[in-house]
């Protein structure tokens, strides 16, 4: 019996008390906070009609693979590599990607975000340029980027940049602007100099901005990543899916889609995870 | 010795659509070292705008603040600050919120353990030393509050409504406590609050004060802060004395309240 329930409470299985008793549960967000069962069977579902779907060839594997096609797929692409690479190879390249753009856009957004949080001429002077391309998706600058600095390693950095870039401005900006007025004045009373309100103050009072902003970004960066390798690239998971479709290999194309939504969702639990333990207070103010 | 003096200050703010609230109007008033001053006033009479001067977080548009014969420009460590609420430091623990002064300063790492110690032990707290302030409850992270006040060892206390969004008996105990740390520290305190019976309980000095202009309308010396040190709290807010006294003020405040409405409706007329 122990057994099971630590089992339930590691997959996220364990109701609590309380909330089954609830009557009102439409409108009460906590009501549903369990709904790892229903996530449960869904994806089982989604596993039996893909299977069943594809065993009685209801449709055409050029269009949908089965996933035992894909499953092959994998094995042999584990194995063997696609185009010059290995799997790994290949994931790493994208991820290899983001993480470099990412950075740099952390690097240069975060300091950016501050300084226009704090001072009224950098505020005003960044302003007109943030807001212009805030709106502008990554994906436009695909050209640009192509023509500038061909279609290496760099082109796909500096989009990753650019794409991570404003969401951190923003970001910071909002974190700086979050700070209690009370706070900072605390911090003076206690005698505290400009620099140490910034570090000591400010800084840490808007890690949960920053921190959203990240998880934004790494989205976006991801997002951006994969399309920027289905337009030109030698490698990554969005050259495979590309390569692939060429050939109309849709087995493969079907795996990399899997990859990417696996590798997407895996950053994220990742992120929150981080975020559950670097900034525990967040929310609770 | 550290007296404190407020002379013919004025406060004046440009409000965006141009017109031009007088938040004070010639306010004047001096403490010496150890008294404890409440104020009192219906909201919108300039309470918070004139802490914020004493404390140096506003510059007034006219007269100035002089601490110890010095005068004030900015704030400063010998000026305390205690606020209603969430002027806590969420990613520092209880006892680094309480260290925070000292370590701004660069205070060697023991010397600060020791005065935090000693002042959780003062205000109750010693078993939450490491404790992450948002898991206290709201009277505990005041005195949290209190405690990272003290640590600085400022020659002035300001609070304003530092007891405000606290329930009726954790208020009472708070109460209590601020004579008790009053008495122990001998420091200077302002104390700003919405509630008369507080005022009158903590306020050695009372201050009532009245809007547009924001001013000083009434001031009172009192016997219970001094009475609250040795008697019980609940019999000194029970007596005549205190009654009486408690109802002169409310009325006061009541008719400003009503002049303050009839001002709203003729203007809305
Ligand atoms: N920064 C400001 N700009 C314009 N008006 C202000 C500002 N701060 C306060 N006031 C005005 O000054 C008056 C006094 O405010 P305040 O000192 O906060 O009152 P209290 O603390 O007694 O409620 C109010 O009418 C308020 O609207
Ligand atoms: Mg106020």
Same mark, same amino acid.
């Given at each position: 019996?122990?057994?099971?329930?630590?089992?339930?409470?590691?997959?996220?299985?364990?109701?609590?008390?309380?909330?089954?008793?609830?009557?009102?549960?439409?409108?009460?967000?906590? %009501?549903?906070?369990? !709904?790892?069962?229903?996530?449960? +069977? #869904?994806? &089982?579902?989604? /596993?039996?009609?893909?299977?069943?779907?594809?065993?009685?060839?209801?449709?055409?594997?050029?269009?949908?693979?089965?996933?035992?096609?894909?499953?092959?797929?994998?094995?042999?692409?584990?194995?063997?590599?696609?185009?010059?690479?290995?799997?790994?190879?290949?994931?790493?390249?994208?991820?290899?990607?983001?993480?470099?753009?990412?950075?740099?856009?952390?690097?240069?957004?975060?300091?950016?975000?501050?300084?226009?949080?704090?001072?009224?001429?950098?505020?005003?002077?960044?302003?007109?340029?943030?807001?212009?391309?805030?709106?502008?998706?990554?994906?436009?600058?695909?050209?640009?980027?192509?023509?500038?600095?061909?279609?290496?390693?760099?082109?796909?950095?500096?989009?990753?940049?650019?794409?991570?870039?404003?969401?951190?401005?923003? %970001?910071?900006?909002? !974190?700086?602007?979050?700070?209690? +007025? #009370?706070? &900072?004045?605390? /911090?003076?009373?206690?005698?505290?100099?400009?620099?140490?309100?910034?570090?000591?103050?400010?800084?840490?009072?808007?890690?949960?901005?920053?921190?959203?902003?990240?998880?934004?970004?790494?989205?976006?960066?991801?997002?951006?990543?994969?399309?920027?390798?289905?337009?030109?690239?030698?490698?990554?998971?969005?050259?495979?899916?590309?390569?692939?479709?060429?050939?109309?290999?849709?087995?493969?194309?079907?795996?990399?889609?899997?990859?990417?939504?696996?590798?997407?969702?895996?950053?994220?639990?990742?992120?929150?995870?981080?975020?559950?333990?670097?900034?525990?207070?967040?929310?609770?103010? | 010795?550290?007296?404190?003096?407020?002379?013919?200050?004025?406060?004046?703010?440009?409000?965006?659509?141009?017109?031009?609230?007088?938040?004070?109007?010639?306010?004047?008033?001096?403490?010496?070292?150890?008294?404890?001053?409440?104020?009192?006033?219906?909201?919108?009479?300039?309470?918070?705008?004139?802490?914020?001067?004493?404390?140096?977080?506003?510059?007034?548009?006219?007269?100035?603040?002089?601490?110890?014969?010095?005068?004030?420009?900015?704030?400063?460590?010998?000026?305390?600050?205690?606020?209603?609420?969430?002027?806590?430091?969420?990613?520092?623990?209880?006892?680094?919120?309480?260290?925070?002064?000292?370590?701004?300063?660069?205070?060697?790492?023991?010397?600060?353990?020791?005065?935090?110690?000693?002042?959780?032990?003062?205000?109750?707290?010693?078993?939450?030393?490491?404790?992450?302030?948002?898991?206290?409850?709201?009277?505990?992270?005041?005195?949290?509050?209190?405690?990272?006040?003290?640590?600085?060892?400022?020659?002035?206390?300001?609070?304003?409504?530092?007891?405000?969004?606290?329930?009726?008996?954790?208020?009472?105990?708070?109460?209590?406590?601020?004579?008790?740390?009053?008495?122990?520290?001998?420091?200077?305190?302002?104390?700003?609050?919405?509630?008369?019976?507080?005022?009158?309980?903590?306020?050695?000095?009372?201050?009532?004060?009245?809007?547009?202009?924001?001013?000083?309308?009434?001031?009172?010396?009192?016997?219970?802060?001094?009475?609250?040190?040795?008697?019980?709290?609940?019999?000194?807010?029970?007596?005549?004395?205190?009654?009486?006294?408690?109802?002169?003020?409310?009325?006061?405040?009541?008719?400003?309240?009503?002049?303050?409405?009839?001002?709203?409706?003729?203007?809305?007329?």
């Amino acid at each position: 019996m122990v057994l099971i329930q630590q089992v339930k409470q590691v997959i996220g299985l364990s109701e609590d008390g309380l909330t089954k008793r609830k009557t009102v549960t439409f409108g009460d967000t906590s %009501a549903v906070a369990n !709904g790892r069962t229903w996530s449960i +069977l #869904s994806v &089982i579902t989604m /596993a039996v009609v893909w299977y069943v779907g594809s065993a009685l060839e209801f449709i055409n594997p050029i269009f949908w693979p089965s996933p035992q096609a894909v499953w092959e797929q994998f094995i042999n692409i584990s194995g063997e590599g696609y185009r010059n690479f290995s799997l790994l190879e290949h994931i790493w390249a994208s991820l290899y990607r983001i993480l470099i753009g990412f950075a740099l856009g952390c690097l240069v957004g975060v300091p950016l975000g501050f300084a226009m949080g704090l001072s009224e001429v950098i505020k005003g002077w960044f302003d007109p340029v943030v807001e212009f391309f805030r709106p502008i998706p990554p994906l436009a600058f695909i050209p640009l980027v192509i023509i500038w600095s061909g279609i290496g390693e760099r082109s796909k950095i500096m989009l990753l940049f650019f794409a991570a870039l404003w969401v951190m401005v923003i %970001a910071a900006r909002a !974190g700086v602007g979050s700070v209690k +007025l #009370s706070k &900072i004045h605390a /911090a003076y009373s206690l005698g505290a100099s400009k620099k140490q309100v910034l570090l000591h103050v400010i800084l840490p009072n808007s890690l949960p901005e920053i921190f959203t902003g990240m998880r934004v970004a790494m989205g976006i960066c991801w997002g951006t990543v994969v399309a920027a390798e289905l337009v030109a690239a030698e490698s990554g998971v969005g050259f495979m899916i590309m390569a692939a479709s060429k050939f109309l290999a849709t087995d493969v194309v079907v795996l990399g889609v899997i990859i990417v939504g696996l590798i997407g969702y895996s950053i994220d639990i990742l992120m929150r995870k981080l975020e559950a333990k670097l900034i525990p207070w967040k929310g609770k103010t | 010795m550290s007296d404190l003096v407020v002379n013919n200050v004025s406060m004046v703010f440009d409000t965006p659509s141009g017109d031009q609230v007088e938040a004070l109007q010639n306010v004047s008033f001096s403490l010496k070292q150890g008294e404890l001053l409440s104020i009192l006033g219906p909201s919108g009479c300039g309470k918070s705008t004139l802490m914020n001067i004493v404390a140096g977080f506003l510059a007034p548009t006219a007269g100035k603040v002089s601490l110890a014969s010095t005068e004030l420009h900015g704030p400063g460590s010998d000026r305390g600050m205690v606020f209603q609420q969430g002027a806590l430091f969420e990613w520092l623990s209880v006892a680094e919120n309480v260290g925070f002064g000292p370590m701004m300063k660069g205070t060697p790492k023991e010397q600060i353990k020791k005065t935090v110690t000693e002042l959780l032990q003062i205000v109750g707290l010693q078993d939450f030393y490491d404790k992450p302030v948002y898991e206290l409850s709201g009277g505990m992270q005041q005195r949290v509050a209190l405690a990272r006040c003290l640590a600085n060892d400022p020659d002035v206390i300001l609070m304003d409504e530092p007891l405000g969004a606290l329930d009726a008996l954790t208020r009472e105990k708070m109460q209590s406590l601020v004579l008790k740390l009053w008495k122990e520290t001998g420091k200077t305190i302002i104390l700003i609050t919405h509630s008369v019976e507080e005022a009158l309980f903590l306020g050695e000095k009372l201050f009532v004060m009245a809007p547009r202009p924001g001013r000083i309308k009434q001031q009172y010396e009192l016997p219970f802060a001094e009475a609250g040190l040795v008697e019980d709290p609940r019999e000194i807010k029970a007596s005549t004395e205190f009654i009486s006294k408690r109802e002169e003020i409310l009325s006061m405040i009541w008719d400003m309240e009503e002049e303050i409405m009839g001002q709203v409706e003729m203007a809305g007329d």
